[in-house]
Each structure stands twice: as structure tokens, then as C-alpha cells.
């Protein structure tokens, strides 16, 4: 079981009506402080599932009282273990009450958790370079040494996860500055990923022998299935607070790869196999952003606000419709690249 801790800081009557409002609902654990400045503190033990209706119903009613703060931190372990209250079945209950009960509950983390930890990912820093360059690095010897295992120990790094899912959760809350934010991240790392590609293309001797090598030229509809499970496996992972790096791999398999094949084969001279890893390539990011929107979807992460809800089912009705445009372009491309031009 995963255990959130939320700490609730504001005025002591505030936090005494907070106190009050929060022991009726199904918590594991109330205390509350005072503090030195005269406010008060308010620490409540919660499933990680419960966080997100918690949080939005003290959210909607303190809010506006001045000093109001809540911060939640991850609990690793409690001694002794939080007994659970035994759910009793009411046969004066009807089920749709029973229904609407569950409905405040979410199976995974809450959407502030999410974002929080989704946005780090999408830092455009020499950290996060670093990284794409070093994974591009070991991509590279992989393919070039036709090694799968040297290409999946450069997949374990993931530095292009965290941009990707950024991007489609910005789309999933109509945040537009995380938005841009994740969107010149991701193409930072693609264009130094394909940059360091290229340069090692022209001073490393590229074997068309290598059977990995010449995978990655070949776009069919087993590799959309394999990146839309990705971009959706990738996304699962954060809403269900997964460490990234081991879903990570699932989504650079769909695109890392492919993008040092076009570097690698561009700067060896070979356009004609390089403009399959171009197509293979943008297939996959495609895939992953719109299997990150639809996932979002579905787990039900939406704004708190109701005016922003409207404005983020406006951004996500016109993103899933441009990416579900493009990928029924490249579908046509591939079907005809397959049929008419692949040299293989």
C-alpha cells in the first residue's frame, strides 16, 4: 500500500474546521501543532489513491483563507502498519450511492504529485543533454556492433521519456506553458541525439551487416503497436508513481534506436535506408504522444477548475485530432514506402 502524508498549514481556526472536515472523511491519521508564527499545522495520513479528492475538496473550501498551504509528501514506511477501517455493506444504502462514493477515488497518484513530477522531467538543462548524449553514445556502438545488449543498457537511461509525457499532459490539463516548455525540451534532445548520431555516422565504419542496424530501416504496423504500448506504458508509470527508468525503456526502444540509425546512416551516405528510420522514427513519436493523451484520459486526470476543464478538452480534442491526421499520413507513407520503395 502506498501512504501520502499532507501537510496542511494555516490559521489555527482554519485548521481546527479543516481538522474537523477531514475526520469525516476515510483517513488513517489526523495530528495537528501550532507553530511558532502562530499558525497552525495539520498533518493527515492518506492512501496515495484518496490524495487527489482530498486535496480538491480542502483546496476548494480553505483556499481563499490567507496563509492557506498544503504539501504533500511521500510517505516510504509507517510502523506501526495503518489498519484499515473494515468496510461494512449497508443494506440501507442504495448502489448508486455506493457508486458515487467510489467515484471520488482514483487509482493512482494525484494529479499535483503528477505534475510535479512529470515537469522535472521536462527541464531543458546540461543534465538532461548530457544524458541524450550520452545514451546516443552507447545507441550508437550498439547498432554499429549489432550488440542488443550494449543498445538496451543505452535505453535504460530514457533521457526522451520525460519530455514526451510532459507534452502529453499538457495537452491532457490545457497547460500551454508547460506546453512549450516540454515541446522545446523534446526537440533539444532530438536534434543533439541526431546531431552526435551523424557525427559518429561519418568517423565510425557503419556495417550494413548489422542486423539491428538494418531492423531500424523497416517501418511495419507491429512497430505502431509496439510505440502506442509505450507511450501508454509510459505514462502508466507516472500516474501509478512506477520509477521511470524501468517503463523508460519501453518508450526509448520505440524511439531512441531509430533516431541514432537516421544520424548513423546519413553520415555513412546512406539516404535511401536513412529515410526509413526517418519515417519509423516519426512514426513512434507520433504513437507515444497520442498514447500518452488517450492514457491520461482515461485514468481521469483533468484541471481542478471547471472554466479550465472546458479549455483543456478544447486543446485535447484538437491534439488527438492532429496526431490521428498525421499518423493516418504516415500510415499511407509506409504502406507505399513498403510496397513501392524500401531497397530491402
Known sequence: MNYRMLELIAPPETAKEARTFVEEEEVLGVWSDNLEDGCSILRILVDA????????????????????????????????????????????????????????FTARISREELYADVASGSELNTVFIGLVFLSTLVAGVGLVRDDVAVIIGSMVIAPLLGPNVSMALSVTLGDLDLGWKSLKTNIAGLLASFALAFVMGLVMHVDLESQQLINKTNVNWGDITIALAAGSAGVLAFTRGVPAAIVGVMVAVALLPPLVNVGLLLGAGYMNLAIGSIILT??????????????????????????EVEKAKKATRIAIGIWIALLAILAIIIWYWNLFVNPL
Open 282 to 307: 516519426t512514426t513512434n513519436l507520433i504513437c507515444i504522444n497520442l498514447a500518452g493523451i488517450l492514457t491520461f484520459l482515461v485514468q481521469g486526470i483533468q484541471p481542478r477548475s471547471w472554466w
Open 49 to 104: 489513491n484518496r490524495t487527489e479528492a482530498l486535496t480538491d475538496a480542502l483546496t476548494e473550501k480553505f483556499s481563499h483563507i490567507e496563509g492557506f498551504r498544503i504539501m504533500l509528501l511521500e510517505v516510504q514506511a509507517t510502523l506501526p502498519q495503518p489498519k484499515e477501517e473494515a468496510e461494512e455493506e449497508d443494506e440501507e444504502d442504495s448502489q448508486e450511492e455506493k457508486d458515487e462514493q467510489e467515484k471520488k
